[in-house]
């Protein structure tokens, strides 16, 4: 069963806030069609970057991500959810978050329970990386906002922890506010450990 509340999204062609819906609990059948519409977008957006000879290590460091797979592997536990952003009948972005086994490295606030995100995208047609016009702004922001409110939620005080792809370390840096800790030695592409300490999370979410 999944819990849907309203947010807003900006369309980056007018300026304006548009009405989204952030689903928490995203279903199988969800999973399935943004999967499929997200798989042919990067298949065509691939085509032009390899076309326009840009060198692979610009092409969009997610577009490998199977959803399905995500979804198929954690669906029967507890500790993990799929949230989403759909507007306009599309899945505008997704994240899987785990709210048990994760505990904080900050000293301040080490061995404190914390909501780490396994992987946050965006659509690809909201991706400046992937396209020259994107669709929609603040997916991500949104996203994030709500692992910090589930963290709140479950009593982790809004800790949240990450690693991100390269391509997206100053927008968790300087967007969110995160502390950037370097690259993990522990984690086997050696990505960049961010976290979210309390006063951090309050300060993202104003």
């Not at 061995?111 to 992937?130: C, D, G, M, Q, R």
């Not at 020259?132 to 800790?159: C, D, H, M, N, W």
Request: net charge neutral; glycine share 6%.
């Amino acid at each position: 069963m999944s819990d849907k509340s309203k947010v807003y999204l900006k369309d980056r062609r007018t300026g304006q806030l548009v009405e989204a819906i952030l689903i928490d609990g995203v279903s199988k059948d969800e999973i399935d069609v943004a999967d499929a519409d997200w798989r042919k977008a990067f298949n065509e957006a691939l085509a032009v970057l390899e076309k326009a000879g840009v060198p692979k290590s610009q092409w969009p460091q997610h577009s490998h991500w199977d959803w399905r797979k995500k979804y198929e592997v954690t669906a029967d536990q507890l500790a993990y959810r799929i949230l989403g952003v759909e507007c306009q009948k599309q899945i505008q972005g997704l994240m899987l978050v785990a709210t048990a086994g994760h505990y904080c490295r900050i000293p301040s606030q080490k061995e404190k329970y914390l909501v780490y995100v396994h992987f946050v995208a965006t659509a690809p047609w909201n991706s400046p990386i992937v396209v020259k016009e994107p669709t929609y702004a603040l997916v991500g922001r949104i996203l994030i906002a709500a692992a910090v409110q589930i963290s709140q939620a479950e009593e982790f005080a809004g800790r949240t922890g990450l690693h991100s792809l390269p391509q997206s370390e100053s927008w968790y840096r300087d967007n969110c506010g995160m502390t950037d800790l370097g690259p993990d030695p522990n984690d086997r592409s050696k990505l960049r450990y961010f976290e979210m300490t309390p006063e951090q999370a309050n300060r993202f979410l104003e």
